[in-house]
Structure formats: structure tokens, C-alpha cells
């Protein structure tokens, strides 16, 4: 396989942050290779695209080149990664459903893996690796906050999405050591525009509709556009061997909740999920799944994350690579409008 020469590879270019980073890269004037799988919608991206300038979206759209990659394919991995200078690792699965588990604790740290390994043999200048917030350590006083130093113990906190990310994580350091050059992004819970029916911009589309319950957790939230800051940052100023937390706001459920439900212009959740009402909903959708076989609105997992207040330092982000966060609320409130003209009420 031969592709022509191409400065930037962004891995999951139909993600919510591989769009928005694609865009940011092709409005600096740069030459943008991204992977998608062969199933993939490109529209996705042409949807993200449009928030900045709907006139515009075609046009940046025919600069990409579009390569249908296996990522678990050390292969295909190694022909993608041909002539790139900086690399972008955004792709990743993401699943809470149990029957998921072994498949996601295998595939994210492999195909991080593979890329590691294609970027050392080609020479790669440079390796953003964008994690999560999930792969980091856990405090047992949930009033202080988790720092890019917050040690990671294995413990039932951990989801297998956290433990998948965690063995991503790893296989970056395990480069560094080889000698690649690389920093690492660890964003919270991302709120942008895109598809409302993939990853975390599925709370725009259930708040379309008003919605009795919240829940007594809390999240680490960020603007999809401070992520794709940083990892310009990062590049820029080459950053090595650093992981950032990338999360603008620590914000309770209910106040997000809310904030989506004025936006919309419905009341506000007043129901609060308890534990046992938390326990009954994931029971009754795992059977719900498995007769329709469709995913789950809630699990085990989901139903256990949403009683959780962990809470995220962003110093280092702010001081290092110099991230103003967007106010998450004033973001989510710019992004309905986005969402009701695309997708309606």
C-alpha cells in the first residue's frame, strides 16, 4: 500500500475529537491523513465541520485523506503511518456492556500498541496519545481532588473502559522508554457538536425530551475545543513524557442536566436516582438488551459511575500549555442550537 506523503495522521477521524482536531489542522493549513473503519460514516465528521462554518464543511472535507484501516492489523498500521511526521492516536473503543469486557480490556491497549511500534519504525516526529480521565488513579476521599500524579490501584472503581485506557496508557510510556517522542492527554467527559447518537453527545439527544431523574454524582467536563487546544499545544511546543488532565469544569450531573433542560426550554429533572433506582434500571435494561438485542441505556458500570464525585486538578494544563477553559455550561448552552437545527426537538 502506498499513500501520498501527509504531515499529520489523526487516528479515529470520525470521533468527536478526531473531527474537531481534523478541522483545527486543516484550517492551520496542514495535511491531514486520518483512519477510519470501514463501516464509518464520514458524514460525522462533515457534521462537526459545520458547527464552525456550514458553507465551508465540503470544501475542508475533500482535503482529508481517508484511509479504511484495521488498527489491530500491524500491517495496515505500518502502511498508515508511511510518511508522517506527527501522529494523533484519537481512536479508541468505548463500551460499558459486560459482554464487551475482554474485547475492550484487549483492543485499545493493541492497537495503541501497533502504533507505537509503526511511529519508533518510521521515524514519527512526535505521538499525542489522547486517553481519559478514566486511566488515572482514584483518592478514597472523593473531596480531594485527582492530579496528573494520583497513583492507579487496581479496584472495583475501575471500569473495563478505565482498565482498557489504563493498558493504553502503558504501551505510550513503554515507547517513551524506546525512545519515542510523546505526551498524553486525559480528558473528562467531552461535550461538542457532532452526532448525537455516538459517545457523549448522547446527552444532547436525551435531554431533547424532557427527563424526570438526575443523579447524585458528579464528572470531570470539558469544551471538545479545549482538547483539540491541547493536543495542538502539545505538538507545537513538543512536549515529552507529560500527561495533562483536560477538564474545565468538576460539575455535579444535576447542574448539567439542567443546564441542557433550559437549554431545550424543558423543566428540570426533579426525580433523584438513587442507588436501588439506579440497581432496578441497569437489571431491567440488561434484559431489555438481551430480548432486543440492542444496547443498554444503563449498566452495571454506568448505573455505578453516575453515584461517583470524583473531581480533577487542571492546573497543570492551564499552566504548561496555557488552556483558558471554556465555561462548560455556556458551552452546553451554544450547542443546543447546534443540535436542535440538525436533529430537531
Same mark, same amino acid.
Given at each position: 500500500m502506498k499513500?501520498?506523503?501527509?504531515?499529520?495522521?489523526?487516528?479515529? &477521524?470520525?470521533?468527536?475529537? &478526531?473531527?474537531?482536531?481534523? #478541522?483545527?489542522?486543516?484550517?492551520?493549513?496542514?495535511?491531514?491523513?486520518?483512519?477510519?473503519?470501514?463501516?464509518?460514516?464520514?458524514?460525522?465528521?462533515e457534521l462537526a465541520f459545520s458547527f464552525y462554518a456550514k458553507e465551508t464543511a465540503a470544501t475542508f472535507m475533500a482535503q482529508i485523506e481517508w484511509v479504511d484501516a484495521d488498527l489491530e492489523n500491524p500491517i495496515d498500521v505500518d502502511?498508515?503511518?508511511?510518511?508522517?511526521t506527527t501522529i494523533y492516536h484519537c481512536a479508541a473503543q468505548v463500551s460499558f456492556r459486560p459482554q464487551d469486557a475482554h474485547r475492550l480490556r484487549t483492543i485499545n491497549?493493541?492497537?495503541?500498541?501497533?502504533?507505537?511500534?509503526?511511529?519508533?519504525?518510521? &521515524?514519527?516526529? #512526535?505521538?499525542?496519545?489522547?486517553?481519559?480521565?478514566?486511566?488515572?488513579?482514584?483518592v478514597k476521599d472523593q473531596s480531594q481532588k485527582i492530579t496528573e500524579k494520583t497513583l492507579w490501584k487496581d479496584s472495583d472503581e475501575n471500569s473495563n473502559?478505565?482498565?482498557?485506557?489504563?493498558?493504553?496508557?502503558?504501551?505510550?510510556?513503554?515507547?517513551?522508554?524506546?525512545?519515542?517522542?510523546?505526551?498524553i492527554v486525559n480528558p473528562g467527559i467531552i461535550v461538542g457538536p457532532g452526532n448525537w447518537n455516538h459517545s457523549s453527545n448522547k446527552f444532547f439527544k436525551r435531554f431533547s425530551k424532557p427527563f424526570k431523574y438526575y443523579s447524585d454524582g458528579a464528572g470531570g467536563f470539558v469544551d471538545v475545543r479545549?482538547?483539540?487546544?491541547?493536543?495542538?499545544?502539545?505538538?507545537?511546543?513538543?512536549?515529552?513524557?507529560e500527561r495533562f488532565i483536560l477538564v474545565g469544569q468538576n460539575l455535579p450531573y444535576r447542574e448539567l442536566f439542567n443546564a441542557l433542560a433550559k437549554a431545550y426550554g424543558h423543566t428540570p429533572p426533579q426525580k433523584a436516582s438513587n442507588t436501588f433506582?439506579?440497581?432496578?434500571?441497569?437489571?431491567?435494561?440488561?434484559?431489555?438488551?438481551?430480548?432486543?438485542?440492542?444496547?443498554?441505556?444503563?449498566?452495571?458500570?454506568?448505573?455505578?459511575?453516575?453515584?461517583?464525585?470524583w473531581k480533577y486538578d487542571n492546573t497543570k494544563a492551564q499552566e504548561i500549555l496555557g488552556i483558558s477553559f471554556h465555561d462548560v455550561?455556556?458551552?452546553?448552552?451554544?450547542f443546543v442550537p447546534y443540535y436542535r437545527e440538525r436533529f430537531g426537538n
Open positions: 499513500y501520498f506523503r501527509a504531515m499529520n495522521l489523526v487516528t479515529g &477521524g470520525t470521533g468527536l475529537v &478526531g473531527s474537531h482536531l481534523i #478541522y483545527a489542522l486543516l484550517k492551520r493549513g496542514e495535511k491531514v491523513r486520518a483512519t477510519k473503519r470501514a463501516n464509518s460514516n464520514i458524514t460525522d465528521t502502511a498508515v503511518c508511511a510518511g508522517i491497549p493493541l492497537i495503541t500498541a501497533n502504533l507505537v511500534n509503526a511511529a519508533l519504525a518510521n &521515524g514519527v516526529n #512526535y505521538f499525542a496519545h489522547v486517553s481519559s480521565v478514566a486511566a488515572l488513579g482514584r473502559y478505565a482498565i482498557s485506557k489504563y493498558g493504553a496508557e502503558l504501551e505510550v510510556w513503554r515507547g517513551i522508554e524506546e525512545g519515542l517522542i510523546a505526551g479545549d482538547v483539540t487546544q491541547a493536543l495542538l499545544t502539545l505538538t507545537d511546543k513538543q512536549i515529552h513524557a433506582i439506579l440497581n432496578f434500571l441497569w437489571r431491567t435494561e440488561y434484559i431489555r438488551s438481551l430480548i432486543f438485542g440492542t444496547d443498554p441505556l444503563v449498566t452495571k458500570e454506568t448505573a455505578r459511575t453516575a453515584t461517583n464525585n455550561i455556556n458551552s452546553v448552552a451554544e
